[in-house]
């Protein structure tokens, strides 16, 4: 059953880059417009030497604005569910950056900061702060009422009262923020490489390719980039089921329980 479970999505690529390549086939589409998925592999393979180095500079760009962009976003939604008033006044000033575009955003930040890591940090940051916060918020805005009062009866401090039960009542919320901002946070690196950025990168490597009209180059470039969003989503995804072990066993494991 777990194989069956492993093999679908492998399957599913296959399909569609089987249907890929018929479509490019039977409707003869010119390589400039449609690449085959062979002619993808091969502008992949005959490029990979400079793309390594491009895609690695674009991951790191993703994985530490993602860090920081979760890490804040989870403080400062602990911090507006203990404080009310921080919730009121902050909360509409969190939805109000998110009604700027984030495109809007990339020119005061390169005045502000200038060229380089810093904006495309912030970039990437603010497109995971958001749902962090909301759905932490969410998750500790439905905890009962009534285990926070008993705990609090049997000498339970705020402290084990956050571990033992708050902080465990945020997790799935939190995992659902985190596999969405895995998944995006390549997107805030591309943009910020095209608006905020001098430094290399995969989105720098698309604009130069595209300029060039290496069309096959190109859909390499975006072939890695979902590569890369596809794996910090699956990376969250196991994190997800070693941190919320009850959503799939009745028991916990044996070392967890030692």
């Known amino acids: 059953m777990k194989a069956v479970r492993l093999a679908t999505p492998l399957f599913a690529v296959l399909l569609v880059a089987a249907v890929w390549q018929l479509a490019v086939s039977v409707f003869k589409v010119p390589a400039y417009v449609l690449p085959s998925p062979s002619q993808t592999w091969s502008a992949l393979g005959d490029d990979w030497t400079n793309i390594r180095s491009l895609a690695a500079q674009t991951l790191y760009e993703s994985a530490i604005g993602f860090l920081v962009g979760a890490g804040i976003g989870f403080a400062l939604a602990v911090a507006m569910a203990h404080v009310k008033i921080a919730h009121r006044v902050l909360y509409p000033i969190l939805i109000a950056t998110q009604a700027v575009p984030i495109v809007a955003i990339a020119a005061p930040l390169v005045i502000i900061l200038g060229y380089g890591l810093a904006p495309k940090l912030v970039i990437v940051g603010l497109i995971v702060f958001f749902p962090v916060v909301v759905n932490v918020l969410d998750g500790l805005s439905g ?28 997790l799935s919320p939190l995992f659902s923020a985190l596999k969405l901002g895995a998944a995006y946070a390549v997107t805030g690196a591309v943009i910020g490489e095209w608006t905020a950025s001098i430094t290399p990168g995969l989105g720098k490597d698309l604009l130069l390719k595209n300029s060039r009209l290496d069309t096959a180059g190109v859909y390499a470039d975006v072939l890695l980039l979902t590569a890369i969003g596809i794996g910090g989503f699956l990376l969250m995804t196991i994190l997800e089921r070693v941190a919320t072990p009850w959503r799939t066993r009745s028991t916990a494991r044996r070392w967890f329980r030692r």
């Open 143 to 170: 905890i009962d009422a009534g285990m926070v009062n008993l705990a609090r009866s049997m000498g339970a401090g705020p402290v084990k009262i956050f571990l033992l039960i708050r902080l465990p009542a945020t």
